[in-house]
């Protein structure tokens, strides 16, 4: 499975930026995909994640800011960043999990999202 994520750039506080991921490879029917974010000296976190049935999850701290959405058909998973802050700021990386006997991480290479007046 590979995963490619655009979208990433500097923005004002109160911003928005739309970050795609295109992912390829060996797709299961049953999967997650979501997006993590690792800012400087952290760990990465999650920020949103969206399941093969369409259900979602956000940290509490991009919720109601952020949306997570996915096309099926194109294999590609979005986050609408909105009202951006300065702690958003990181590098965000986009997570594929498969399911079949067991989950199976992959990740794209980062993109980074830099909000800074």
């Known amino acids: 499975v590979q995963l490619q994520a655009s979208g990433g750039g500097l923005v004002q506080p109160g911003g928005f930026l739309r970050l795609s991921c295109a992912a390829s490879?060996?797709?299961?029917?049953?999967?997650?995909m979501g997006w993590y974010r690792q800012a400087p000296g952290e760990q990465r976190e999650l920020v949103a994640v969206i399941r093969s049935g369409g259900s979602t999850n956000y940290a509490a701290s991009v919720k109601g800011r952020f949306t997570i959405s996915r096309d099926d058909a194109k294999n590609k998973v979005y986050l609408q960043m909105n009202s951006l802050k300065p702690e958003d700021t990181g590098v965000f990386y986009c997570n594929l999990r498969n399911y079949h006997y067991g989950a199976y991480d992959y990740w794209g290479q980062g993109t980074q999202v830099t909000v800074s007046s």
């Open positions: 490879g060996s797709i299961f029917s049953i999967n997650d």
